[in-house]
């Protein structure tokens, strides 16, 4: 069967964006195949560069697209080898993450046990190298399959050449470059759980596993962030709104030294560090504030200083204003600057004050 397209006009994205705010793509292609893209992008309407839509779980959409919007449906996942030791597996790019996750578990392997319950697709998790519990998603990626609209050519691209770093990668560096069409992932049968991180251990303890495998980690995983995060399917979000800021050295123990509750972690070199976003949130009074402008339905969760939440019928601009306002109060309180993780359409971020 040869791949397809299909193409919806004035598409309702409500339900493809997990903040589950209203926004129409005036276009939107659903390939179902990759090799269908290059056929895609010779229908596309205009000559802008189309969006690609995974799960919606890490885009606020202020306004309607005013591009093309493009979903990728092929949810395959390939074993390419395997020997005694590990398996090097292909997975398109519209497979869930979650659902590559148990797959693997299930398979008897290792390694994504950490990153488990994380929303949307494996196409997305290069984007912006996801990351939990201590384990970023760059460890086990062998390569990424992607087209590049500009020139026609499929590309596989080694993690170098993606060139992952902290909520980052060549993907999200020059956006619109590349089409993920898939990923290659290497994961071994064996591993030492990584149980350092937020809790797992006393979960793990509270679950009565004394000697866990993968698999218990997953659970313990699961069990903490089902406590700690907004289901989006019950309240809007697309989980944690701000990136923890990475500052300079001196002024990081500047303000350790004002706030010696401050959680500091290592930065990207010796004069860097990373600072908790959630915690200078929190100083700031935000946790559980539901602001009572507009629709009454933006907010921050009550469990989570950096979940931007809907609690039903909030708008993306109502949203995009109160994390402005959150982001303002930080930087006045304590000179640091905030900056969104999820991908915003329709309105831009300011650049950082120095
Ligand atoms: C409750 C909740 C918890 C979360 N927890 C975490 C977490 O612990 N760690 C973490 O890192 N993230 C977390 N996220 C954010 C989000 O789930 C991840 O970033 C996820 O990888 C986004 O996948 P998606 O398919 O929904 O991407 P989308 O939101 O659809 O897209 C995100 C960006 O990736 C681009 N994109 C998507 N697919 C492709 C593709 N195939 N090719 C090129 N570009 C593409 C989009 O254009 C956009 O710029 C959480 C979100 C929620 C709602």
Redesign the pocket.
């Known amino acids: 069967m040869s791949p397809t397209l299909h193409v919806l006009r004035d598409a309702p994205l409500r339900a493809r964006n ?1 903040f589950g705010v209203e926004a129409r793509a005036a276009w939107l292609g659903v390939v179902d195949d990759a090799r269908a893209l290059p056929e895609a992008l010779a229908r596309l309407p205009g000559d802008q560069a189309p ?9 606020l959409f202020v306004d309607d697209p005013g591009m093309p919007v493009l979903a ?1 449906a092929g949810t395959g996942i390939h074993v390419l080898s395997e020997d005694t030791e590990r398996v090097h597996l292909r997975v398109d ?1 519209g497979a869930n ?1 979650h659902g590559f996750v148990m797959d693997s578990l299930a398979r008897g392997l290792c390694g994504l046990e950490n990153l488990a319950l ?4 494996v ?3 290069p ?2 190298n ?3 519990y201590g384990v970023e998603v760059r460890e086990f990626v062998h390569a990424v399959e992607a087209f590049e609209p500009a020139n026609g050519e499929f590309h596989r691209l080694s993690p170098a050449q993606c060139a992952f770093a902290y ?1 980052d990668s060549v ?1 999200k560096r020059e ?1 619109d470059r ?3 069409t898939a990923v290659e992932f290497v994961l071994p049968r064996r591993a030492a759980p990584r149980i350092g991180y937020a809790g797992i251990g006393e979960e793990l303890a509270a679950m009565g596993v004394a000697t866990p495998d993968a698999r218990d980690v997953a659970t313990a995983v699961i069990a903490i962030r089902q406590r700690k ?1 907004p289901d ?1 399917a019950v309240i809007g ?4 709104f701000f990136k923890n800021p990475i500052v300079p050295a001196a002024q990081a123990n500047a303000l350790k030294a004002a706030h010696d509750a401050l959680p500091m972690f290592p930065g990207n070199d010796a004069d860097s560090r990373k600072l908790s976003a959630a915690w200078l949130i929190d100083a700031c009074g935000w946790k559980g504030h539901r602001d009572p402008l507009g629709s009454g339905d933006a907010g921050i969760a009550a469990s989570h200083a950096l979940v931007l939440v809907n609690h039903g019928k909030a708008t993306g601009r109502e949203l995009f204003d109160l994390a402005r306002r959150v982001a303002d109060s930080v930087h006045e309180r304590f000179g640091v600057a905030l900056e969104p993780e999820p ?1 915003i359409i329709g309105a831009d971020w300011p650049a950082a004050a120095t």
Do not use: E, H
């Open positions: 997990t969006l690609v839509l995974g799960g919606g779980s890490n885009i990728l790019a993450w994380i929303p949307g697709t196409g997305a998790a984007i912006q996801i990351g939990a909520r993907f956006r590349y089409i993920v995060l989006p979000n697309a989980g944690s991908r």
